[in-house]
């Protein structure tokens, strides 16, 4: 099993940042990637940001390219997510996973408010 903890959520202004990080433990060599996922009130899950630590390549959704940018520390086993020029589309809980083919690991999440 993996275990993931977010932290760095909070209340900020559109236009400002915030950086959310994760920490994972447990079998964390099973989990080739780490990513970012959030669900809006009312709204499906969807995919923000995620890493693959074999090559460092980085995926993002189409709303958030070259807003946010996932970073991590493969021996430390913690990724992060620095996001710039928040939204308030942008508010959500926002949860960290972890997998091979697919996100078989979730973290409990950490609330995203940007106020307009």
């Known amino acids: 099993q993996v275990q993931l903890v977010e932290s760095g959520g909070g209340l900020v202004q559109a236009g400002g940042s915030l950086r959310l990080s994760c920490a994972a433990s447990g079998r964390t060599f099973s989990s080739r990637a780490m990513g970012w996922f959030r669900q809006a009130p009312g709204k499906e899950r969807e995919f923000v940001a995620s890493?693959?630590?074999?090559?460092?390549?980085?995926y993002y959704a189409d709303s958030v390219k070259g807003r946010f940018t996932i970073s991590g520390d493969n021996a430390k086993n913690t990724v992060f997510l620095q996001m710039n020029s928040l939204k308030p589309e942008d508010t959500a809980v926002y949860y960290c996973?972890?997998?091979?083919?697919?996100?078989?690991?979730w973290g409990q999440g950490t609330q995203v408010t940007v106020s307009s």
């Open positions: 890493i693959n630590w074999s090559g460092g390549n980085t």
């Open positions: 996973a972890a997998g091979n083919t697919g996100w078989p690991y």
